[in-house]
Each structure stands twice: as C-alpha cells, then as structure tokens.
C-alpha cells in the first residue's frame, strides 16, 4: 500500500537558518506528491505541490522537488523565519485499486519551531 | 469564502454518549473525507465517500459510522463513545474523480471522551 515517512521531530532552528525536512514515499501507482502546512488551532493547508517526477513545487520561500529515483519529496527553505513555526505534512495522493477517487496519505507530520 | 466547515468546534463526551460530527463543504466537490489526528500518529483516514452516494472505510473505521447526505455534506457519527477516540477530527474534501488534487480541510473538531 502507499505510505509516507518523514523526519520526527521537534524541528529547532534560529531565524534566518536552512531548513530541509524529508520526506520519502512508498506508492503503487504514479502519485501526485504535497506539503501542506498546519498552524495552531487550525486545519491544513496546502503549502506547495508536484504533479511528475522532476517537477519543483514553490511558494512562501518554501521549495521541494519530485524524485522519483529516490522516491522523495524534501522540503527546503533558504531562511526560516519566527513565522513558519508551524507542523509540516508531507503528502501523496493515489488512485486506490477499485479506481474513482485519489486518496490523500500523509505522514506523521513534523514540528518546526524556529526561535528569534 | 467559506471552504469546508465543520461543527462543533469543541466537544466533550461521556463513555457511551453518541454524537455527530457535520461537515460541509460549498467548493462543488465530489470527494470528501474524515481523518483523525492523534500525537505522533499525524492524520489517518477512517472513512470517504469518493462521489455523491458512495461511501468507503479507510484505515480506522471501526467504532465509526458515515452518512454523505448530499453533494455538500459528509457527518461522521460515534454511537457510543470510547476514550480512545479521544482526538481531533478533521473533514477534508478534493475534486475526486479524474482529478489528482489537492485537499482542503476544515478548522478541526477536538473531541474528548471521559
């Protein structure tokens, strides 16, 4: 079946530091790869996304590439600011065997927490 | 702007209470789905409805019930609440069908069993 592994955290990091979480993914099928972000006391939301293998997914600074050849999606972000301080999911989505719908698999969720 | 909203925001039960969770969502969209959040778990899928009329387990649907009522809402109902399903709860929906898209979720509902 299809899984998702990513780094555990807490994630602690001073302002302005390089940021990398990994993420590796387990798929039968062809699947479409997402970060999404969730803040204190709220749901998800989408961070970026990768739909082919080689593709990069961009936004707010944040950046991951599709590897297929590995089968990772790392996250990077060149400067952190007191602002990202949140909890990151990598995702994958897949076609499920009896076909219809593209399931959404996530991974344990990292904490970031990146101090002034 | 409203997205995907669930109710109630807060909710605490006794062991052997029932309730339902509701989810709606105004986006047109044919797949919705419940997760629940539990520390150090992340999200896992209990179960979905892929289009309008259709429903399915995921990976924890034991001790939970779904309805998709129409093309908008999704309810999740607990008939007899357990500790153990002490947790945050969260309604999600996509476009489904051909489509490989994103998902959007709601705000969370916390639910504690005592």
């Known amino acids: 079946g299809n899984s998702v592994t990513q780094m555990e955290g807490p994630v602690t990091l001073s302002e302005e530091a390089f940021l990398t979480i990994n993420c590796t993914y387990t798929a039968t099928g062809y699947p479409s790869l997402f970060w999404y972000v969730q803040y204190p006391g709220e749901g998800l939301q989408l961070l970026l996304k990768a739909t082919k293998a080689d593709d990069k997914g961009s936004n707010k600074g944040f950046e991951a590439t599709y590897r297929k050849e590995t089968t990772s999606f790392h996250l990077e972000k060149g400067s952190v600011q007191v602002s990202d301080s949140a909890v990151y999911f990598c995702?994958?989505?897949?076609?499920?065997?009896?076909?219809?719908?593209?399931?959404?698999?996530f991974g344990r969720g990292t904490s970031l927490i990146v101090h002034p | 702007n409203a997205g995907v909203t669930q109710t109630p925001k807060f909710q605490v039960l006794k062991t052997g209470q029932s309730m339902t969770l509701q989810c709606a969502q105004d986006m047109n969209h044919n797949s919705m789905y419940w997760y629940r959040q539990d520390p150090g778990m992340g999200l896992r899928l209990i179960y979905y409805?892929?289009?309008?009329?259709?429903?399915d387990k995921g990976e924890v649907p034991n001790g939970y019930n779904v309805s998709r009522l129409n093309k908008r809402e999704f309810s999740l109902r607990l008939e007899s609440a357990a500790p153990s399903q002490t947790s945050v709860y969260f309604c999600a929906s996509n476009v489904g069908g051909a489509m490989n898209t994103e998902a959007f979720f709601g705000q969370g509902t916390r639910l504690t069993v005592v």
């Open positions: 409805s892929a289009s309008e009329g259709t429903t």
């Open positions: 995702a994958l989505s897949d076609p499920r065997p009896s076909g219809g719908s593209y399931i959404p698999t």
